[in-house]
């Protein structure tokens, strides 16, 4: 529908609990979300004056908890983490200086409602600073760019990291002046004190519909790095990443513990894939995935094409919003609205990912020198694949 819901409900879960009868429902969700521990997903209790917040702001609040079964010889590692997915506030016509100020006014109300939740691993969507211009091949849209230590928008959630104690994932258009201005599409992740602790660049970039980014930026030189942080091992895959089983994989290889996948993607293009590739993921390789999408219709001054044949247009399409948790043993949480601006707060129990990697032995019984022998051969120029064929 225009206002980006689905048929006037917010989220699918919206649309089960309204025309499936609770007792029926129970098994439903068990199916489509998963168990954790047996049962579902636990909802987890915010302060009033956070909830009061939300509502007063307008935003979606949900927070649930993933558990791990108690161990005789370690503590639990229980970290609450945070998603936040934001429209854009202006138009896409304002000054991009208002423009800018405008998000990061409203993305810090939702930071601020995350720290007084007790969230220790912040994330934000990609390019949450500015609208996603990124298809549209107009290369004014670049000053949107800055720094990936000194930007203002890293500046900006440095204050809030050191204010809450807190972990931030900070994904950005980066202008890296230290090699004559290059674009990347990076994620800076800033660590309680405050610190940039590193970065990591898009892997993948898209060349589908409308999503043409390689005329800004090409795919990322950082590899797949994990960070050590007092809250356990993260990582970031950004966006198109997620359609790479390889790149996850390589990211679990790392340690990673939780893996964020900063986001946006239209419904048209990918909505039947999103609540299953970040679940996908963590179930393949053992660790907790927090999947953050857009979430609005953002309208650019100029018609643009894709070459698809389609008219020319003026946006993407409807940024789904939907952002979720998926925890290793295959559960899932909700997600957010479908059309607002929100956070999810979610409580996991990192001890979690052991357990399931000893149940179920996925990385135990993996065959990597027989995957790596192929892969060698496949990128060679004479590869042949190995397929048997009947002899006549």
Not at 121 to 131: G, I, S, Y
Not at 234 to 250: M, S
Not at 288 to 307: H, K, L, M, W
């Amino acid at each position: 529908m225009s206002d980006g819901s689905l048929g006037g409900f917010e989220s699918v879960e919206d649309i089960l609990k309204q025309y499936i009868p609770e007792d029926k429902l129970v098994h439903v969700t068990r199916v489509l979300y998963g168990s954790n521990q047996g049962k579902p997903v636990e909802a987890l209790d915010l302060t009033d004056e956070v909830v009061k917040t939300a509502e007063k702001d307008d935003f979606d609040l949900k927070a649930f908890r993933f558990t791990a079964a108690p161990e005789q010889m370690r503590p639990a590692r229980n970290v609450r983490i945070g998603l936040i997915q934001n429209q854009i506030v202006l138009p896409t016509t304002a000054p991009f200086v208002d423009q800018a100020k405008a998000i990061r006014d409203r993305v810090g109300k939702l930071m601020d409602a995350a720290g007084q939740s007790g969230v220790k691993v912040l994330c934000l969507q990609e390019a949450w600073h500015m609208p996603f211009a990124l298809c549209t091949r107009e290369k004014t849209w670049c000053e949107f760019a800055e720094s990936a230590k000194t930007g203002e928008s890293v500046v900006f959630c440095q204050t809030y990291a050191k204010k809450y104690g807190m972990v931030v994932i900070c994904p950005i258009l980066e202008r890296d002046s230290s090699h004559v201005d290059t674009i990347w599409n990076t994620a800076t992740v800033i660590a309680p004190n405050g610190n940039v602790m590193g970065k990591h660049r898009k892997n993948h970039i898209p060349r589908v519909g409308d999503f043409n980014e390689s005329t800004y930026y090409m795919e990322g030189n950082t590899g797949h790095p994990v960070f050590e942080t007092p809250y356990g091992r993260i990582a970031v895959n950004i966006c198109y990443g997620r359609h790479h089983p390889n790149n996850w994989q390589a990211f679990a290889l790392n340690g990673a513990e939780i893996v964020f996948n900063p986001a946006a993607t239209v419904g048209e293009l990918s909505e039947p894939l999103w609540p299953i590739e970040g679940r996908n993921a963590a179930i393949a390789n053992s660790f907790f995935v927090a999947s953050i999408n857009r979430v609005g219709t953002e309208v650019f001054p100029n018609e643009f094409t894709s070459g698809d044949g389609k008219p020319a247009h003026k946006d993407f399409g409807h940024f789904y919003g939907s952002s979720y948790v998926a925890a290793p043993d295959g559960s899932r949480s909700p997600g957010l609205a479908r059309n607002k601006h929100g956070l999810m707060v979610c409580e996991v129990d990192l001890n979690l990912c052991r357990q399931i990697r000893d149940k179920w032995g996925f990385q135990m019984t993996a065959r990597y020198e027989m995957y790596s022998d192929l892969l060698k051969k496949y990128i060679k120029p004479d590869f042949v694949p190995q397929i048997i064929k009947d002899k006549p």
